[in-house]
């Protein structure tokens, strides 16, 4: 015979316990999720792209599902995932601003559709704030496809200011000079 009065608290318990542990092991989970998702990438398995964004589902304020996610579009070089990476970055972002690496993969999925304005920001921040002089250099290239010779120039010497050994910038700083 079934105690009904007994069931009816193990059930409460039970119930008690999934609620209270769900926020506490959200981040995990969503941790979890992208570690499998990078396994995926690193076979280069399309279904990475589900996990990370699974990962941010279960936890929005995840940054390494974010990043992933928008590097995984990179990889892919598909306009309609480049598109959608942009944007998930960009509400990420809007959250979060400080993060220099998603701001970079953005800026290259930026570059990748051709919108090299925006790209130039990002990766003019990513200088700036974290002293990247790769950030610097590929921010004066974007700035010269958009026929900013005083702007990439004025990036480039910033950029070998911060590493006058970078080989990159000193051969751009060359042919600007011609």
């Not at 069931?7 to 926020?23: C, E, F, G, N, Y």
């Not at 390494?64 to 598909?78: E, I, M, Q």
């Not at 990002?122 to 990247?132: A, C, I, L, M, P």
Request: with cysteine; aromatic share 6%.
């Amino acid at each position: 015979m079934i105690e009904w009065r007994l069931s009816a608290r193990r059930i409460m318990l039970v119930l008690i316990a999934i609620t209270v542990s769900v926020p506490i092991l959200r981040p995990a989970i969503s941790s979890a999720l992208v570690t499998r998702g990078d396994s995926l990438l690193f076979a280069r398995d399309a279904r990475a792209m589900e996990k990370y964004r699974l990962a941010l589902a279960v936890d929005p304020e995840n940054i390494d599902a974010a990043d992933r996610y928008v590097f995984a579009a990179f990889l892919s070089r598909r306009r309609p995932m480049l598109d959608e990476a942009v944007q998930l970055a960009g509400d990420v972002l809007a959250r979060n601003q400080g993060d220099a690496a998603l701001r970079m993969d953005r800026a290259l999925c930026l570059q990748l559709l051709k919108r090299y304005a925006a790209a130039q920001k990002d990766f003019e921040w990513v200088g700036r704030h974290r002293s990247d002089v790769q950030a610097l250099a590929l921010a004066a290239a974007d700035a010269r496809k958009r026929g900013q010779q005083f702007a990439a120039r004025r990036l480039l010497l910033l950029a070998h200011r911060m590493d006058p050994n970078y080989l990159p910038v000193r051969l751009a700083l060359a042919r600007s000079r011609t």
